[in-house]
C-alpha cells in the first residue's frame, strides 16, 4: 500500500511556470512506475506523463511533450512534474499515480494508487 499526496498547484498566467510534487509514503516507492494524470471540468481523466521506476523511460502525452517534465527522486520519495509554457487549456487537477508493477501506462486503469489531486490554473 502507498500513499500519495500531491502538491505545488495554484494560479499562474498562460506562459508561466509551476513545479508540481507528489510525495509517496512506504518502503516500496522505488519500486513503482508513476505516472501524472489531470482531469478538466467536464471532461474525462487524461494522461500527463509517466515515470518507470528507475527514472530511465519517460513519456508525455503530446500535448505537453517539449514543455512539462516529470522526474523522481527515489531516495525522497517523491516524483515531481516541471510545467513550463503553460497555456489555458492546461487548467486541470492534476493527480499522481503509482503502478506496483513498475511497468507504468498511458492507461489510468493501470495504475492502482491514487492521490487527492491539485489545482492548477491557468489565466489567459
Known amino acids: 500500500q502507498v500513499q500519495l499526496v500531491e502538491s505545488g498547484g495554484g494560479l499562474v498566467q498562460a506562459g508561466g511556470s509551476l513545479s508540481l510534487s507528489c510525495a509517496a509514503s512506504?518502503?516500496?516507492?522505488?519500486?513503482?512506475?508513476m505516472g501524472w494524470f489531470r482531469q478538466a471540468p467536464g471532461k474525462a481523466r487524461e494522461f500527463v506523463a509517466g515515470?518507470?521506476?528507475?527514472?530511465?523511460?519517460?513519456w508525455y502525452a503530446d500535448s505537453v511533450k517539449g514543455r512539462f517534465t516529470i522526474s523522481r527522486d527515489n531516495a525522497k520519495n517523491t516524483v515531481y512534474l516541471q510545467m513550463n509554457s503553460l497555456k489555458p487549456e492546461d487548467t486541470a487537477v492534476y493527480y499522481c499515480a503509482a503502478d506496483r508493477n513498475g511497468v507504468g501506462s498511458h492507461q489510468h486503469a493501470d495504475y492502482e494508487y491514487w492521490g487527492q489531486g491539485t489545482q492548477v490554473t491557468v489565466s489567459p
Open positions: 515515470i518507470r521506476s528507475s527514472g530511465g523511460s519517460t
Open positions: 512506504g518502503r516500496t516507492f522505488s519500486s513503482y512506475a
